[in-house]
């Protein structure tokens, strides 16, 4: 299908974005996308997947490098700006210096868009170089003063470093224009160049205010909306300005949002089916050691099924840490009998009993302490009121999904055992596509948006 083109693109970015004239430069340039990622988060994978996705090449700088910019709970990211220094130095002498290059953020970001979409948005600007934009001034508010008109009359008025695009030439200028500290703050650091009038015109600079290019979440949250294609794959649109935007960055503390609006971008499910749960799964080749945790906290009816069930795991027993909860006095003796007949098969056994008088958080943070202290590589989590296959555990180590929870509902209502999102406070809230999963019409959520509350039977 054809995406619906909601304004002329030529004049989408900021009421002054039609004038500059073009250079004599060329027209069709090659693209690549540069960002920072030291690690190799589930963040970054998510955004080099959505780069595959629409055929961009990527080039991560720092791969596997210690992080020197700071914990960026607070102003840092300095680091961030020398790493692109040290590429563009070394591009400068292999690429055309016409090669547009996208820089971003990598752990907060996915792509929406390919090459295409990317250089006839940047050609029809007419702009050298273009930040993204976001409604706060951050993390120096006093400079909010010092905007030119007509930013400061835009819904998101002020520069995000998180997201910038220029070619070659003008984004080596951009980077010499001044030296900066690895744990100095990025942003406030190209917020400054921007500022200084001489850089701002010299190099053309100009801010991304309609979301063309760059969308920026923090803030703009009522911003954004989800629509669904012909074929089925969601898109974002920003309602304000009526852009499509093709980098999406949930910059500060929108990364919530971000992840919960990864479950559809990009391209990650249709409505009957969850294409990046098939990317994810992979065959169990070699059994890796697993912690499985037993937990017994309340009475339970035909309880000897329940640990016939556990005993019938198919898995090797060898590869199995035993570790068995019981909180309940009336089952001690048959969980007791169980477990002098069956512990000695697995690869460690420990009991937990009613006598240690454990609250039931401890002796969960018990078992987290014991995996990460031992040879174990997942925990498999399983409380006595649920029931589990033989095949259960490899199923769910076939998944390729590092966390998951069982999803609970009452068939007509609204009621689930899944928090869809999060209040400020940290308290429940309702997500905007929770009774959709409620309901069954999403059967899966993916990436890093896990339930802050689920029961019963857990794998880790």
């Known amino acids: 299908m054809r995406w619906p083109l909601f304004l002329c693109l030529a004049c989408l970015l900021s009421p002054t974005i039609c004038a500059s004239d073009s250079d004599d430069q060329t027209e069709n340039p090659d693209v690549v996308v540069v960002t920072v990622g030291t690690e190799d988060t589930h963040g970054l994978q998510r955004f080099e ?8 090449h990527v080039e991560v700088l720092g791969r596997g490098t210690a992080w020197r910019g700071g914990d960026m709970k607070r102003p840092g990211g300095g680091h961030k700006v020398n790493l692109l220094r040290d590429w563009i130095n070394q591009a400068y002498d292999n690429l055309d210096s016409d090669t547009l290059v996208i820089f971003t953020d990598s752990y907060d970001v996915i792509l929406l868009g390919g090459a295409d979409e990317l250089r006839e948005r940047f050609l029809a ?17 006093g400079l909010a003063a010092r905007y030119p008109p007509p930013d400061t ?3 998101s008025p002020y520069l995000n470093s998180g997201g910038f695009i220029g070619r070659l030439e003008d984004l080596r200028r951009l980077i010499r224009a001044a030296d900066i500290d690895d744990n100095a703050d990025d942003q406030l650091h190209y917020t400054r160049l921007y500022l200084d009038p001489k850089v701002r015109a010299d190099l053309d600079i100009v801010l991304d205010h309609n979301a063309t290019i760059f969308q920026t979440l923090n803030g703009a949250l009522s911003d954004v909306k989800l629509h669904s294609s012909d074929e089925g794959w969601a898109w974002l649109e920003n309602v304000v300005s009526g852009t ?8 500060g503390p929108a990364k919530l949002e971000l992840n919960a609006l ?13 294409h990046i749960c098939e990317e994810l799964k992979k065959p169990l080749k070699d ?8 937990f017994i906290e309340q ?4 309880l000897d099924e329940f640990l016939q069930s556990i005993q019938d795991i198919d898995y090797p027993k060898d590869k199995l840490e035993l570790l068995v909860r019981n909180n309940v006095e009336y089952h001690e003796t048959t969980v007791d009998a169980w477990f002098s007949r069956v512990s000695g098969q697995y690869a460690s056994r420990k009991r937990l009993r009613p006598a240690d008088q454990l609250p039931e958080h401890t002796a969960r943070m018990i078992v987290l302490e014991r995996a990460t202290a031992g040879a174990s590589s997942y925990v498999f989590s399983v409380d006595s009121v649920a029931r589990v296959t033989p095949n259960t555990l490899r199923s769910l180590l076939e998944s390729g999904v590092d966390v998951v929870a069982p999803f609970l509902s009452r068939p007509g209502e609204a009621w689930s055992n899944f928090w ?3 209040s400020p406070d940290g308290y429940y809230a309702r997500a905007h596509d929770y009774m959709d999963i409620v309901s069954g019409k999403l059967s899966f959520r993916v990436w890093l948006q896990a339930p802050p509350t689920a029961l019963a039977c857990r794998y880790t």
């Open 49 to 56: 997947r959505s780069a595959r996705i629409y055929g961009l």
């Open 125 to 141: 600007a007419r702009h050298r170089i273009i930040f993204a934009a976001e409604p706060f001034c951050w993390p120096d508010a």
């Open 153 to 155: 009359s835009t819904p």
């Open 244 to 251: 499509r935007p093709l980098i999406l960055h949930g910059n």
């Open 262 to 274: 990864s479950n559809y971008l990009p391209r990650v499910r249709t409505p009957d089916r969850c």
């Open 287 to 294: 059994e890796p050691r697993v912690l499985l945790a037993v």
């Open 299 to 302: 009475p339970t009816p035909f």
């Open 420 to 422: 869809g999102a999060l």
